[in-house]
């Protein structure tokens, strides 16, 4: 079964930067999409960013030109640059996978990881 494991959320001044990683690991065949998403309390998630296997990108309005989404397929692995960041970007950031393993084609979700934005 494959796992999605995130990393690089943490606290961080107005106007600073963060890298999200997230990696795919277990039996996997073919990685399609990829995507960020996250969610505030009381909200609905949102999607952030996401990225298709050929490079294709799509950002939410509010984040273009401050984040950037990357993928590297050798390491079945998705980026989110963030830059600028703003107090309303503080969320818990979640990724998205759709993928095919040994239990079929699925999507899959990580375990999300806070990011604070806050003077």
């Known amino acids: 079964q494959a796992q999605l494991v995130e990393s690089g959320g943490g606290f961080v001044q107005p106007g600073g930067s963060l890298r999200l990683s997230c990696a795919a690991s277990?039996?996997?065949?073919?990685?399609?999409?990829m995507g960020w998403y996250r969610q505030t309390p009381g909200k609905q998630r949102e999607l952030v960013a996401s990225?298709?296997?050929?490079?294709?990108?799509n950002y939410a309005d509010s984040m273009k030109g401050r984040f950037t989404i990357s993928r590297d397929n050798a390491k079945n692995t998705v980026y989110l640059q963030m830059n600028s960041l703003e107090p309303e970007d503080t969320a818990v950031y979640y990724c998205?996978?759709?993928?095919?393993?040994?239990?079929?084609?699925?999507?899959?979700w990580g375990q999300g990881t806070q990011v604070t934005v806050s003077s």
């Open positions: 998205n996978v759709d993928l095919s393993g040994i239990n079929g084609y699925g999507r899959y």
């Open positions: 277990g039996t996997i065949f073919n990685i399609y999409d």
């Open positions: 990225i298709t296997r050929g490079g294709s990108t």
